[in-house]
């Protein structure tokens, strides 16, 4: 764990629930295509689309031994294996894309937009919960073919070799299904493998509240569950025997957008509040920084407060 520390080290710089469940939204069988083919949507960008799986209900992910198995959480048994867990390939890292004028950037996402980032600078004492509150915008003026993700989420670093872990609110299309029309589920995106849960509907005005957990610590292997309350366990993830997830953020990343003045929600911006991250029992102390792929530009993170419980990070769209 050395490096991880090294990255914490270098970083210093550096989701009240819906009460309803709504209508679920099967699995698409034909998953949004990257535009020269053969790769499919994720929150982390476009990935291979043999690399990107559903984990239903009843089941977990696992690292064991250095590979990323699907396991069934009654029996315990192992049911498919995904292979040796492995730096993700260049084209999906991006600090070689130039979208950003710092290193200071999550290594897999292409797309980031706007967001607050944190990194836990004790990770003696690691992020036991992080949870944060939103309300889901109107639908954009242009229904175009554009993807908006929005989330909390967590990392355990920023190099190609880092998964993130997240509950994601999702307008357009994705690996994981959706159309023009809001949609929740969770993620898990390791260095070359991506995967989500059944996809939720749910409608302008809702009240989300997006949940990360450590569930486990073994060692220097650490377990987290990823869901939205009150939502269907399907649409959740456990994932298992992972590094320690020190990197904390709240994003915007979109995909398509070619009129940001009519693609994007016609709000203003977005509140994510109510943020809290414990450590344990005790409230971190955090102090969030910002980052935008456009410096200058009307999508931007603010941060309101750097609290916890109680903390504000606006994402402004306008």
Same mark, same amino acid.
């Given at each position: 764990m050395h490096m991880r520390m090294a990255v914490a080290a270098l970083l210093t710089v550096?989701?009240?629930?819906?009460?309803?469940?709504? &209508?679920? !939204? =099967?699995?698409?069988?034909?998953?949004?295509?990257?535009p020269d083919g053969g790769?499919?949507?994720?929150?982390?960008?476009?990935?291979?689309?043999?690399?990107?799986?559903?984990?239903?209900?009843?089941?977990?992910?696992?690292?064991?031994?250095?590979?990323?198995?699907?396991?069934?959480?009654? !029996?315990g048994r192992m049911i498919e294996d995904f292979g040796e867990v492995k730096p993700n390939d260049e084209r999906f890292n991006i600090r070689n894309a130039g979208h950003f004028s710092n290193d200071i950037v999550p290594a897999a996402a292409s797309g980031w937009i706007a967001?607050?980032?944190? !990194?836990?600078?004790?990770t003696t004492k690691p992020i036991?919960?992080?949870?944060?509150?939103?309300?889901?915008? =109107?639908?954009? =003026?242009?229904?175009?073919?554009q993807t908006i993700f929005l989330f909390n989420g967590m990392q355990d670093g920023l190099t190609s070799t880092s998964y993130i872990i997240q509950p994601v609110l999702q307008w357009g299309p994705s690996a994981a299904g959706g159309g023009k029309y809001?949609?929740? &589920?969770?993620?898990?995106?390791s260095s070359s493998q991506a995967f989500f849960? =059944?996809?939720?509907?749910?409608?302008?005005?809702? !009240?989300?509240?997006g949940v990360m957990k450590e569930t486990a610590v073994s060692g220097s292997n650490y377990s987290y569950n990823s869901s939205f309350t009150g939502y269907p366990a399907a649409s959740a993830l456990q994932v298992n025997n992972v590094p320690q997830a020190f990197w904390a953020a709240e994003t915007l990343e979109s995909y398509g957008v070619t009129r940001p003045s009519t693609m994007y929600p016609p709000n203003t911006d977005v509140a994510l509040t109510a943020i809290q991250i414990l450590q344990g029992t005790t409230n971190a102390s955090l102090s969030w920084s910002t980052a935008q792929a456009t410096p200058g530009s009307a999508q931007k993170a603010v941060v309101v407060s750097n609290s916890s419980p109680g903390g504000e990070v606006d994402i402004y769209f306008r």
């Open positions: 550096i989701v009240l629930g819906a009460c309803r469940k709504e &209508t679920a !939204s =099967s699995k698409t069988s034909d998953p949004t295509a990257s790769l499919v949507l994720t929150p982390v960008g476009y990935m291979e689309k043999s690399k990107v799986h559903f984990v239903g209900e009843g089941y977990h992910l696992s690292v064991v031994k250095g590979r990323l198995l699907k396991v069934e959480a009654k !029996s967001y607050a980032y944190w !990194s836990n600078p004790n036991t919960n992080f949870t944060t509150n939103w309300v889901v915008p =109107s639908a954009p =003026s242009t229904k175009s073919t809001w949609a929740i &589920t969770n993620w898990y995106v849960g =059944s996809l939720v509907t749910v409608s302008t005005g809702t !009240s989300l509240q």
